[in-house]
């Protein structure tokens, strides 16, 4: 079964940074496409950004030019620098397989408030 470790998150006020890791078991990362997707109280579950095996990565309009995603094949890794945050961006990170529906991890909180 897959599985994923999110960490890195914790409480930042506006504006500041937080730099989110996550690492696959096996070498399931260097194998995938991948992405970060997070989830706000009462809401669905949204892709925040991804990156392909090619490294082409995409955003969520909500976050272009304050979160930049990147892989480590080598490391097993992905990592999610955001930026400049905001109180919406609130939520629970995971990473997972772009586009999968299945095997969540336990996330990691990201809470912005001042």
């Known amino acids: 079964q897959v599985q994923f470790v999110e960490s890195g998150g914790g409480l930042v006020q506006p504006g500041g940074s937080l730099r989110l890791s996550c690492t696959g078991s096996?070498?399931?990362?260097?194998?995938?496409?991948m992405a970060w997707y997070r989830q706000a109280p009462g809401k669905q579950r949204e892709l925040v950004a991804g990156i392909a095996r090619t490294e082409i990565t995409n955003y969520a309009d909500s976050v272009k030019g304050r979160f930049t995603i990147s892989r480590d094949n080598a490391k097993n890794t992905v990592t999610l620098q955001m930026n400049s945050l905001k109180p919406d961006d609130t939520a629970v990170y995971y990473c997972?397989?772009?586009?999968?529906?299945?095997?969540w991890g336990q996330g990691t909180q990201v809470t912005v408030s001042s």
């Open positions: 997972n397989i772009w586009g999968a529906d299945r095997g």
């Open positions: 096996g070498s399931i990362v260097s194998l995938y496409s």
